[in-house]
């Protein structure tokens, strides 16, 4: 479905957006506690105005009624869009558990807009699921990346020479068709590395070996029959998870 004319949604005003918040988050709630009502016009100051960030904010802390729920519902939402942009999920918080939902598409774009200060730096976050073939020209653009997300049979066209993406902290890579040729050589400062979930990978990408400032690696459920005696280069990698790795042979005897 196409639309014949497009019309520009304007944030609201201060005292629209919180009137709007207190409306969808219902008087029971807001009633419920004498602090209730100023962390509700705090959580509101923070949707910046988004008619569809207040709609949903505002339903997310609806059950919320004491402060300390709402402490800890704003820490986990503050944290959503970083969370969303790199793996298109939504914290659900259950009690005292957090789980995750896969999230709507329309909800995802917006914590992507707001994660990147408003298209201000369109690249800073790179979300791909299920797109097929992306051509090195497109990979050019994410140098800045801070965090790249690449999910569901997705291919990176074989690039000429290694990409530079010194900005970028975070990359998770799953369920993919193959690996482009050192595509990690130029991760300078990553510290979280998750190529989980791919069963045609089958040896461990050797530059891997040398991202010195890792911290977080995930190999689980691959195809990976050997780890790379360069591991041992990792000095400050606090977590190495291997689950489901039924091909894995045995380990280096440096590690």
Not at 101 to 127: G, P, S, T
Not at 157 to 163: C, D
Request: a positive charge; charged letters at 30%.
């Amino acid at each position: 479905m196409t639309a014949s004319k497009s019309i520009k949604v304007e944030c609201l005003e201060e005292e629209e957006a919180l009137s709007l918040f207190q409306a969808k988050l219902g008087k029971d709630t807001l009633n419920s506690h004498p602090h209730i009502p100023k962390l509700a016009e705090m959580v509101a100051k923070e949707c910046k105005g988004l008619p569809l960030a207040l709609l949903v904010i505002s339903r997310a802390m609806a059950y919320a009624k004491t402060p300390e729920e709402w402490e800890r519902k704003r820490h986990m939402l503050r944290k959503c869009p970083k969370n969303v942009a790199a793996e298109g999920r939504f914290p659900m918080i259950i009690g005292t558990e957090t789980e995750y939902l896969k999230m709507h598409d329309v909800i995802r774009d917006m914590a992507l807009w707001l994660a990147c200060e408003k298209r201000k730096k369109k690249n800073k976050f790179v979300v791909k699921d299920g797109v097929g073939l992306i051509r090195a020209q497109e990979v050019q653009k994410w140098k800045y990346a801070q965090k790249i997300s690449l999910w569901n049979n997705t291919t990176v066209e074989e690039l000429k020479k290694p990409p530079h993406f010194p900005s970028t902290e975070t990359t998770l890579m799953q369920r993919m068709e193959s690996f482009p040729h050192e595509f990690f050589t130029n991760m300078l400062i990553i510290r979280v590395l998750d190529i989980s979930e791919n069963e045609k990978l089958m040896e461990l990408p050797v530059e891997i070996g040398d991202l010195i400032t890792l911290q977080y690696l995930n190999l689980s459920w691959t195809g990976i029959k050997y780890l790379l005696t360069e591991l041992k280069n990792l000095k400050i990698l606090r977590c190495l998870i291997l689950d489901g790795m039924f091909s894995l042979e045995s380990l280096p005897s440096q590690m």
